[in-house]
């Protein structure tokens, strides 16, 4: 057992007071993990891109389709350009929201990463359900009214198999998945790219 003695002090010439070792407590500073300031910035930015690319890419592809290209050409055409924007907007997304954030370690990155694109998926989902398409809206309507001039004689109504559409929903069930995934990659590289590194005596740590 170690028998601690109290600490004289002598602070004053010629007088020796006693007095007890002084304690200090580590006061922890706590504060959120996540920023939600940088990652609304990182989806605005992200949707914003994703409208432009894929206005982009439906303007080259009807322009294509007025020439000597082929509807089906076309529409696959549109649907991998469609993938490739959607990649390129989270990516410019997840790399906005770490670089609006301050420093922080590659792990709380990943964090806004991977909150940035699940809020993206919410948003564009709510948005996608209430019938909100901004710029496809204009080309919508436009097309709407191209129909219209069409007589209904000229106009054959398809037929309906049951099974087809089930397949047909199987495919895109599955094309949703697989890029949301690619999208949560995506998401994660830019914010792990874009985030800022802390520097510790001059260097970046």
């Excluded at 007890?20 to 922890?28: D, G, L, M, T």
């Excluded at 609304?40 to 294509?64: E, P």
């Excluded at 309906?160 to 069930?173: F, G, H, K």
């Amino acid at each position: 057992m170690i028998n601690r003695e109290p600490r004289a002090d002598y602070n004053e010439p010629g007088v020796g007071t006693m007095s007890e070792p002084a304690i200090i407590n580590q006061v922890v500073d706590y504060h959120d993990r996540v920023r939600w300031g940088p990652i609304i910035a990182g989806i605005v930015v992200a949707i914003a891109t994703q409208l432009v690319l894929s206005a982009l890419g439906a303007a080259i592809g009807l322009s294509i389709s007025a020439g000597e290209g082929t509807a089906g050409d076309v529409g696959t055409g549109i649907g991998i350009w469609s993938v490739i924007s959607l990649l390129i907007a989270l990516f410019i997304g997840g790399w906005v929201t770490s670089s609006t954030c301050g420093p922080m370690n590659n792990k709380t990155a990943l964090l806004h990463g991977l909150i940035f694109w699940a809020t993206t998926l919410a948003v564009s989902s709510w948005l996608l359900a209430s019938g909100v398409s901004g710029t496809f809206g204009a080309a919508l309507a436009n097309a709407g009214d191209v129909l219209n001039q069409v007589s209904p004689g000229e106009i054959q109504a398809p037929q309906v198999d049951a099974e087809e559409v089930a397949a047909y929903s199987a495919r895109a069930a599955w094309w949703f998945i697989i890029g949301s995934l690619l999208g949560l990659v995506a998401s994660l590289i830019g914010s792990s790219v874009g985030r800022r590194k802390s520097r510790v005596n001059g260097h970046r740590a």
